[in-house]
Each structure stands twice: as C-alpha cells, then as structure tokens.
C-alpha cells in the first residue's frame, strides 16, 4: 500500500519560512516524478513544483518560482518543499503527490498517482 506522508506545516508570519516534507512508502521512490500542490478555501487544487525522478527537472508554476524550492532524497523516500518569503495569499493545505514514470521528467499537470493527506499552512499578516 502506498502512503505518502506530508509534515512541517503550520502557523507563520508573513515574510518567514517553512519547510515541508513528504514521506514515501510502498512504491520504488526513485521511479516516481514527485510534485507538490496546494488547495486554498473556495479554491481549486494548484500544482506548484513538479520534480523529476532523479531530482534534476523541475517544473515551477510562476506563483512560487524565486520563492519555493523542491528537492528530494532517494535513500530516504522523502521529498521536500522549501518556502521561503511566505504571504498570506500561500495559506492553503499542501498535498504531495507521486507518478510512476518511465522517463525523467517532472509531471507539470494533475495525473498523479498517489497522494498524501496534506498538511496545513497558514500565513499570517
């Protein structure tokens, strides 16, 4: 059974920074594309980063380019999403989600396989 486990979310002010993680279990990490969504109140779910199997591609949607990062470690099945200069506009819950793939690519679209059950962020003015 695959699980995807996401923490370090929580409550921060403006301007501050957060890291997450997602940890990975019953599937060969390092054939999974990893990416990185959120969904705010009354909102849609927003693919932010998409990553690579082997860490080396990344897909950023332009509202968090300069300001988040995603990086991953294959000896531990975890992903991380770096948040830095965070705004209220980033409060949301912030799922992690797996594709098995072929190539190395990251998935910039919603055709995830496996998701976690989110984690909560809120960003404080």
């Known amino acids: 059974q695959v699980q995807l486990v996401e923490s370090g979310g929580g409550l921060v002010q403006a301007g501050g920074s957060l890291r997450l993680s997602c940890a990975a279990s019953?599937?060969?990490?390092?054939?999974?594309?990893m990416g990185w969504f959120r969904q705010a109140p009354g909102k849609e779910r927003e693919l932010l980063i998409g990553?690579?199997?082997?860490?080396?591609?990344?897909y950023y949607a332009d509202s968090v380019k300069g300001r988040f990062t995603i990086s991953r470690d294959n000896a531990e099945n975890t992903v991380y999403l770096q948040m830095n200069s965070l705004k209220p506009e980033d409060t949301a819950v912030y799922y992690c989600?797996?594709?098995?793939?072929?190539?190395?690519?990251?998935?910039?679209?919603?055709?995830?396989?496996?998701w976690g059950q989110g984690t909560p962020v809120t960003v404080s003015s």
């Open positions: 019953g599937v060969t990490f390092s054939r999974c594309a």
């Open positions: 989600a797996a594709k098995i793939v072929l190539f190395d690519y990251p998935v910039a679209s919603n055709e995830y396989n496996y």
């Open positions: 990553l690579s199997r082997s860490g080396t591609r990344t």
